[in-house]
């Protein structure tokens, strides 16, 4: 029993084992944030027919989510900065509950894009906090697999929360999928309650002269993770269309999706095992294989088998995507970590809902054969700012110097 008057000691970083339960509290959290700003990719169908808007507009949902997200993931991150980072997490997980049971129950389109927006401002204090809170846990020098392995919760929200989903949106009805996200939105809160550690702010970088590189470096990084977000979203807001489009049928949306996001899980598992000791080419490898596998795309549809295997590859390659970018922004220690997990967040959803207004043009233009060569273009172009940016992007885990 603690004595009156006595404080527990403060939560020390030590090395992933010691942190473990709480890297698993981030991750279910990172799985529910993620599959509550995904969730309408598989339903777009659904929610379009049944609210009578095109599926060009229901893609909207996830434009104006993240949207909120980008423009309010830097003030509201200053905001609430001197407020305990484990209750913001807490506050921003029950956010997620209310926005969700509020679209289940919406009776018009607006309804639901307020209460999309309203989960939008939730996503956007979460994972700018979640980000420097997982970098806190364990010593610096462990920060790319702390990192990796919270985001396995959002490769997971790919592989289960989104192809689940919309099996089940597609079974009982977009709404009940909405009901029962909200119940896995308060799990996930009561769960990070009992595990997560609570950790001091603060974190400041440096005033010295090796600022202006360090900061220079991570406006690289941003800039890089924007394109990357912007490319995929491009194409993935729409991949239950493509799919639709190139022979699947419905109900068969669910599993394939199912089946083609399980493989992110070996993207995710290849930034943590190589995160630490070779960041520069696990960034190159892994931007390199989410523009193949979306250019393949493009070249393969609309035939099944092709359109699939090549839906595979690009899947594997975006398994690691926020890890590599993750933990490139901190190692900048261009800003404080709550700072960096608000530039990333910030940038990386002007990326999402870019890419879904982006995509929703192309697809009312061009057409939808034309959806993959743009996001296959804007990844590539998020490679080009990579290989250049060799501060942003070092060889070696160190910070960059002037």
């Known amino acids: 029993m603690t004595p009156p008057g006595h404080r527990p000691a403060p939560w020390q970083p030590g090395d992933v084992r010691e942190a473990a339960g709480g890297l698993f509290a981030l991750g279910l959290a990172t799985f529910v944030a993620i599959t509550t700003e995904l969730v309408p990719v598989g339903l777009l169908p659904l929610i379009s027919a049944d609210l009578l808007v095109s599926e060009g507009v229901a893609g909207l949902l996830v434009t104006a989510y993240a949207f909120m997200v980008a423009a309010l993931a830097v003030p509201l ?11 913001v997490l807490l506050g921003a997980l029950t956010v997620y509950t209310v926005s969700n049971v509020l679209v289940a129950l919406a009776p018009t389109f607006a309804v639901v894009a307020v209460a999309r927006a309203l989960g939008g401002a939730s996503h956007a204090v979460f994972f700018s906090v979640s980000i420097g809170y ?16 919270v985001t396995l919760g959002a490769s997971a929200g790919f592989v289960l929360g989104v192809p689940l989903s919309t099996s089940l949106g597609t079974a009982v009805g977009w709404r009940a999928a909405f009901l029962v996200l909200a119940g896995a939105c308060a799990l996930a809160g009561l769960l990070t309650a009992l595990l997560l550690p609570s950790v001091p702010g603060g974190g400041a970088p440096p005033d010295d002269a090796a600022r202006g590189a360090r900061r220079t470096a991570l406006a690289g990084v941003t800039t890089a993770n924007a394109l990357a977000y912007l490319g995929h979203y491009t194409v993935y807001t729409y991949v239950s269309v493509l799919l639709l489009a190139a022979g699947l049928t419905a109900p068969a949306i669910g599993p394939a999706l199912l089946l083609i996001g399980g493989l992110g899980l070996i993207g995710a598992a290849y ?21 193949a596998g979306v250019l393949a795309l493009g070249l393969a549809f609309p035939g099944t088998v092709g359109t699939l295997a090549a839906a595979a590859v690009w899947s594997i390659g975006f398994g690691a995507v926020a890890a590599v970018f993750q933990t490139a922004a901190i190692r900048t220690r261009g800003a404080s970590p709550d700072v960096v997990g608000a530039l990333v967040n910030a940038t990386a959803n002007i990326g999402i809902g870019g890419g879904a207004a982006l995509g929703a043009l192309v697809l009312d233009g061009a057409g ?14 998020a490679l080009l700012v990579v290989l250049l940016g060799r501060r942003a992007f070092p060889a070696g885990s160190d910070s960059p110097e002037a």
Request: proline residues 6%; positive net charge.
């Open 368 to 381: 939808l054969a034309a959806v993959p060569y743009t996001g296959a273009a804007l990844v590539g172009v």
């Open 77 to 87: 991150t200053s905001a609430t900065r001197r407020l305990p980072r484990k209750a």
């Open 134 to 149: 997982a970098s806190r846990l364990v010593r610096p020098h462990l920060a790319g697999r702390a990192l990796a392995l």
């Open 271 to 291: 930034a943590a095992a190589r995160l630490d000791t070779h960041p520069r080419q696990t960034t190159v490898v892994t931007l390199l294989v989410v523009g």
